[in-house]
Each structure stands twice: as structure tokens, then as C-alpha cells.
């Protein structure tokens, strides 16, 4: 089991950036692959961003690729999302979430854990 504590949302303005944390819990956290999904109130939840619990793999959804950097420290139980040139459109609150499998975890599957979220505002 995995508890998950997310930090560093805000607000910004439009072409600024922002630098999410996720603090995990637990000993196992490197057997874990880690996530990013965002929701804006009434829309569906989307996936943002993906790593593998190595480190050594990543994956975006287009409309943030080149604009945000997932990364995590397995040292510190930390992952982190660095979001620059934001747009309005990224607005939403941010959650943190976390897997065994990382197809499960893409598909938000119910053995999936999630932090508490952390808005983002991003003016425009």
C-alpha cells in the first residue's frame, strides 16, 4: 500500500511555470509506476503523464509533450511533474497516482492510488 501527497499547484499566469511534487509513503516505492492525471469539474479525469518505476521511461499525452517534464526521485519517494509555457487550458486539479502495473495505471484501473490532488490555475 501506497499513500500519496501532492504539492506545489497555484496560480500562475499564462507562459509561466509550476513544479508539482508527490511525496509517497512506504518502503516499495520504486516498485511502483507513477502518474500524473488532471480533471477540470465537469469534464473527465485525464491522464497526463506516466513513468516507469526505473525511471528510465516516460510518456505524455500530446498536448503537453515538450512542455512538461515527469521525474522521480526513488531516494526520496518523490515524483515530480515540471509544467513550463502553461496554458490556460492546463487548468484543473492535479493528482498523483500510483501503480504496480503500468498499463493499469494508464488506465486508471481500481488497484490504482491517488493522492488528494492539488489545483492548478493558469490565467490567461
Known amino acids: 500500500q501506497v499513500s500519496l501527497v501532492e504539492s506545489g499547484g497555484g496560480l500562475v499566469q499564462a507562459g509561466g511555470s509550476l513544479r508539482l511534487s508527490c511525496a509517497a509513503s512506504?518502503?516499495?516505492?520504486?516498485?511502483?509506476?507513477m502518474g500524473w492525471f488532471r480533471q477540470v469539474p465537469g469534464k473527465e479525469r485525464e491522464s497526463v503523464a506516466f513513468?516507469?518505476?526505473?525511471?528510465?521511461?516516460?510518456y505524455y499525452i500530446g498536448s503537453v509533450k515538450g512542455r512538461f517534464t515527469i521525474s522521480r526521485d526513488n531516494s526520496k519517494n518523490m515524483v515530480y511533474l515540471q509544467m513550463n509555457s502553461l496554458k490556460h487550458e492546463d487548468t484543473g486539479v492535479y493528482y498523483c497516482?500510483?501503480?504496480?502495473?503500468?498499463?493499469?495505471?494508464?488506465?486508471?484501473?481500481?488497484?490504482?492510488?491517488w493522492g488528494q490532488g492539488t489545483q492548478v490555475t493558469v490565467s490567461s
Open positions: 512506504g518502503r516499495t516505492f520504486s516498485t511502483y509506476a
Open positions: 497516482a500510483a501503480d504496480k502495473n503500468i498499463q493499469a495505471l494508464a488506465e486508471a484501473g481500481g488497484s490504482v492510488y
Open positions: 513513468i516507469n518505476r526505473s525511471g528510465g521511461s516516460t
